[in-house]
């Protein structure tokens, strides 16, 4: 049985690193997507308008005559960096509300956990739409307002794993040693709960381009002359019949890379999962 | 009964407040008023003491909580103000389209639960094997696929290849119902279908399971009467809370499908920057949602007698 165990690890372990790999590339060829476009994505030729898939044009051309392969790559790099720096602001914020509202408690944490529940209860992708709507559009408003919907997942992920941690030994031991208490949270606190946290980050780097795309579908995001991959199908709406390809290329550019990061994220969190290692974080991931 | 209810209605109290005063805030955030609202609309120019006047008359040179006092009391009197765009009250354009999304939402819903709990349980109980495998697959490209992508596709293979379908769902009957449904419920199928495998496959763990097969209980027995019934809980508490994303994703599916609801209302008005129309929406459906959490908590009890009213809830 225990030998068995191991093996499964070992799988766990080898497919982390394939997604791993996979998604670095991927991650690669979106930044220095520049230089692998073949054309400038804003450069207009109405010529050429509305082309099906070619060997000159690999994805064909929208309405515009631009070419949408080159279109498509800076498209997932606005796209994809957005939501990685929104998720890592969010997931930042929510942590260390959550860790200092957990570890403090009291009044501060009774009004934190009351904004949490107020944030909560309205529908994320819905609040966001009201939000960015009053805001104006934009790619900075409408990651906005996925902020201010998703950092209270975080901070109650984050608090209840500090509660669970509060009372332990260790950290008595720390604070009679003098350790302040930004020491304890960062230092002893941060490295048990990140785990749970940097899966639910992971997983949640996919969602968010979704949602990121979803609002500049309906208007609320990038501004027309970027490349972005929700707008650019929302522009594509009305050519639907005639020219599928111009919502194809960006959709599948939207569904590969949000598959490869839930792969990524669901590889990860059965690498860290605590049920099947007794080991912490930053140890089991060393060979 | 009565008396756990009202306690829970009074702990709603400050909840629902917050949520009027966040809703009336929103409004302010929009840097525009209802005078140059309108302004802009009729296209007409005013002098600055003409605009001062204007204001006045509507209330808005104010302070910001005595404006809200005066909006809360309206909206405790049903009047949520008249659209900028139509001119129309608020509350009987949101009314006149609420059994639409609700239509939407009920259908979409049913979908769901017809699909995902069976393909779940069979996930579960055949986990790790071919039909979890294929049932995952499906789960994982649900979850992978933005619900307006979902949209387009259905309408380019259903309605403008196969012709199965009416592309524009002005009617509202089982035809047009069908494909907007089916794109929520893919979305919302392959969240719920991985959560009921989650769950089922957890209580299958149990040891009174192995205890049930080692007395000789037929597993579809032990399934039927005590898995199910024990995961009961569980399923309706996921149910709820997919209510809150469907409500949220029926607004991009709507305006898709041009289906004439709530969403599509919201979603326009959104552009249009019609702020009473999207302020009234965001509330009803903050205060929606959390209805249907209290419903749930409430049902609880009468699922399951150990967590009965009065104790201890959490």
Request: charged content about 15%; glycine content about 8%; proline content about 4%.
């Amino acid at each position: 049985m225990k030998q068995r165990q191991t093996v499964s690890r070992q799988g766990v372990r080898t497919r982390f690193f394939v997604f791993l790999t996979l998604t670095v590339l991927l991650f690669a060829a979106v930044l220095f997507s520049h230089l692998l476009c073949p054309y400038d994505p804003n450069a207009q030729n109405t010529a050429i308008a509305l082309q099906p898939p070619s060997a000159a044009h690999l994805f064909g051309t929208d309405r515009f005559g631009r070419d949408l392969f080159s279109r498509v790559l800076v498209g997932t790099k606005t796209s994809l960096l957005t939501a990685l720096f929104l998720v890592a602001v969010t997931a930042a914020l929510g942590t260390i509300t959550g860790m200092v509202s957990g570890y403090r408690g009291g009044v501060l944490d009774t009004l934190l956990m009351r904004l949490s529940d107020l944030c909560l209860a309205f529908p994320g992708l819905l609040f966001a739409m009201a939000i960015a709507a009053m805001l104006g559009g934009g790619l900075k408003n409408a990651a906005l307002a996925l902020l201010l919907t998703g950092w209270p997942k975080y901070a109650r992920l984050a608090r209840s794993q500090t509660l669970a941690l509060k009372d332990a030994p260790f950290l008595d031991a720390c604070a009679l040693a003098g350790a302040s208490t930004a020491r304890l949270l960062f230092s002893h606190i941060l490295p048990n709960i990140a785990p749970t946290l940097l899966v639910t980050a992971a997983l949640d780097i996919g969602t968010t381009m979704m949602e990121l795309a979803g609002l500049s579908f309906l208007g609320l995001g990038a501004a027309p002359p970027t490349a972005e991959l929700g707008s650019m199908m929302s522009d594509g709406r009305s050519m639907l019949q005639t020219s599928p390809w111009v919502i194809l290329a960006p959709g599948l550019a939207i569904f590969i890379v949000v598959s490869c990061f839930n792969l990524l994220g669901d590889a990860l969190r059965d690498v860290l999962d605590p049920r099947s290692t007794s080991r912490r974080f930053g140890k089991d991931l060393a060979p | 009964m009565a008396r756990y209810l009202f306690k829970r209605l009074l702990e709603l109290l400050p909840t629902l407040l917050l949520i009027t005063l966040l809703s009336f805030a929103l409004m302010r955030l929009a840097g525009s008023d209802a005078v140059l609202q309108k302004m802009e609309n009729t296209g007409t120019v005013l002098s600055a003491e003409e605009l001062a006047h204007a204001r006045a008359v509507l209330g808005l040179d104010q302070p910001f909580f005595v404006q809200y006092g005066r909006w809360l009391f309206d909206l405790l009197h049903g009047d949520l103000g008249t659209s900028y765009v139509s001119g129309k009250e608020v509350f009987t354009t949101l009314w006149d389209k609420l059994p639409a999304t609700l239509t939407l939402a009920g259908v979409s819903l049913g979908m769901t639960i017809l699909l995902s709990v069976p393909l779940g349980i069979v996930a579960a109980v055949y986990q790790n094997r071919l039909p979890d495998r294929i049932i995952r697959l499906f789960t994982f490209l649900g979850n992978s696929l933005p619900n307006f992508f979902v949209a387009l596709l259905l309408l380019l293979l259903f309605a403008i290849k196969l012709r199965l379908f009416p592309v524009i769902t002005i009617e509202r009957n089982a035809q047009s119902v069908f494909l907007p449904s089916l794109t929520l419920c893919i979305a919302m199928s392959s969240k719920y279908t991985r959560q009921v495998r989650t769950v089922v496959l957890e209580e299958l763990g149990k040891e009174y399971v192995l205890a049930a097969t080692a007395r000789g209980v037929r597993f579809s027995t032990t399934l039927c009467k005590s898995v199910l019934r024990a995961v009961l809980v569980q399923l309706f508490t996921l149910m709820t809370l997919s209510a809150g994303s469907l409500l949220g994703g029926t607004a991009i599916v709507e305006s898709i499908f041009l289906w004439d609801g709530m969403g599509k209302l919201a979603a326009d008005a959104i552009q249009m920057r019609d702020i009473p129309i999207v302020q009234a929406y965001v509330l009803w459906m903050a205060i929606l949602y959390v209805l249907l959490h209290l419903a749930a908590d409430l049902c609880y009890g009468l699922l399951d007698p150990r967590i009965r009213l009065g104790g201890k809830t959490a």
